[in-house]
């Protein structure tokens, strides 16, 4: 068992390194997590599509030294920044249909300050490891005062992987969750608040690769299709 799963992390963690799929891929946590390099450099020795947008806002924020001393970073990829400006765009558009927003849109219009503030929700000062987590999860405080973030590990709910004819349980998958209100939990097959009112209002997010430790901290990689500063 031990043997597949770190197997299947070894490949899913080689994918994120070279894949330019939108969909990213998901892994149960790396075989060898450790990298000789700092967080910043081990962002900025992938393939442009991956970071290099998040990189060119950690610049503008005057972030780099921040991400080396974070001892846990929740990495948004450059799909989370186009989903972004691809929302304030839409946003825009309901009153001007010609409007567009990209990126030097974001730089004019978002002072290094909102910047800074925008990225620090995904800056911890624990060093929050897969070890340490469980199911019903964790809430911990981001460096930006004002938000807390619920971290879990959960069990994959795919099917269970087969070597030899023996079963072996599914990788447990990371999340990094921002709730709004009562936090919505699972009761006869459907989300409610503590009350037991329906309730879908929690964001939740998947992280395709988890587990990395640079020379300077933690990197869990969210899901590029999680849209950047948890706008909805």
């Known amino acids: 068992m031990k043997k597949t799963i770190l197997y299947i992390g070894l490949l899913c963690f080689m994918s994120l390194l070279f894949s330019c ?40 924020a005057g972030l780099k030294d921040r991400v080396n001393a974070t001892g846990t970073f929740f990495v ?6 186009r989903l972004f400006l691809l929302a304030k765009q839409n946003e825009l558009r309901k009153t001007d249909e010609r409007l567009n927003f990209n990126l030097d849109s974001l730089f004019k219009f ?23 987590l469980t199911e019903t999860g964790t809430i911990f405080q981001t460096q930006e005062p004002t938000t807390k973030l619920l971290v879990t590990l959960e069990k994959s709910t795919s099917a269970d992987y087969t070597e030899d004819g023996i079963i072996s349980q599914g990788p447990k998958l990371l999340y990094l969750t921002k709730i709004y209100g009562e936090r919505d939990v699972m009761r006869n097959g459907s989300l409610s608040d503590s009350s037991g009112k329906a309730s879908l209002n929690d964001t939740k997010v ?9 020379t300077t901290g933690m990197v869990h990689v969210l899901s590029n299709q999680h849209t950047w500063a948890f706008r909805r």
Do not use: A, E, W
């Open 21 to 60: 799929k939108k969909d990213g891929v998901i892994d149960g946590g790396v075989s060898d997590p450790r990298v000789n390099m700092t967080t910043y450099d081990f962002l900025k020795s992938h393939p442009r599509h991956l970071f290099d947008t998040t990189l060119m806002i950690i610049d503008k």
């Open 110 to 132: 978002y002072p290094p300050k909102m910047l800074q503030d925008s990225m620090s929700v995904y800056f911890f000062n624990d060093r929050i490891v897969r070890d340490n």
């Open 76 to 81: 948004p990829t450059n799909y989370s920044i």
């Open 206 to 214: 998947l992280c395709q690769t988890s587990g990395i430790i640079t």
